[in-house]
């Protein structure tokens, strides 16, 4: 393993916690999209699934079995332990809009047309834009709470080291994954604007993140 998937993992994993931090101690998912939460639990668990047929590392499963469970603890806690602090009226990004292209799109590109390869696609597809419904929200409302920002910001910062990994494992081992490399490039790219608002706002001391509102 080298050295930009593991900063990559520990970015990923940071982000998730940061979150749930802010949900428990806060008592509180104003602002947090739930919409966002459920794709992303759907993402591990298609991409997952190989945990019952495949062992490669004790890192590689307890890293599944972590972002599994830490998922689906961001969804309990939005819908059901604090579920009557969901700004569901905001979180209103039609996910079926994402659901039917990334469907398609993994049934006609993959590398096996095997259920487990078909869902391991669909779950790559899948990543690159479940966090949409969270920048709709954040674009509805024309603000975000600093510890929001931060969250997305090490989601974001986990997608552009996982290029820096594409990079390394293509000039020492050859190995290039044109599903991956393609589906993580088109999410990073989504946090780009993100990225440049987050250090000119958030970053020089503001408590919130505004942005334009649409005329």
């Known amino acids: 393993m080298n050295a930009f998937r593991l900063a990559g993992d520990v970015s990923h994993l940071l982000a998730i916690i940061i979150l749930l931090i802010k949900i428990y101690k806060s008592r509180s998912c104003a602002g947090i999209s739930g919409k966002s939460q459920v794709l992303f639990a759907l993402v591990f668990t298609t991409r997952y699934l190989d945990l019952f047929t495949m062992f490669i590392s004790p890192y590689n499963t ?4 972590v972002f599994l469970a830490l998922s689906y603890a961001t969804v309990y806690m939005i819908y059901m332990r604090f579920r009557n602090t969901y700004d569901s009226e905001n979180d209103s990004f039609r996910v079926e809009f994402l659901l ?3 469907i ?3 049934l006609l590109e993959n590398y096996a047309f095997t259920p487990l390869e078909v869902l391991w696609t669909f779950s790559i597809f ?7 419904p969270q920048l709709f929200m954040i674009s509805k409302t024309g603000e975000a709470e600093s510890i929001t920002t931060h ?3 090490f ?3 986990y997608r552009a080291l996982y290029i820096g990994n594409w990079v390394w494992r293509y000039h020492t081992e050859g190995f290039f994954d044109h599903i991956a490399v393609v589906a993580g490039v088109v999410q990073t790219i989504f946090y780009c604007d ?6 000119t706002k958030v970053l020089r001391g503001r408590g919130k993140m505004t942005l334009p509102m649409p005329v």
């Not at 899948?126 to 949409?132: K, R």
């Open 62 to 65: 307890v890293m599944k079995v």
């Open 100 to 102: 039917v292209p990334v």
């Open 104 to 106: 398609g799109l993994s």
């Open 126 to 132: 899948l990543e690159s834009v479940a966090i949409m």
């Open 151 to 153: 969250y997305l910001f």
């Open 155 to 157: 989601l974001g910062l």
């Open 194 to 199: 993100f990225f440049y608002l987050y250090v």
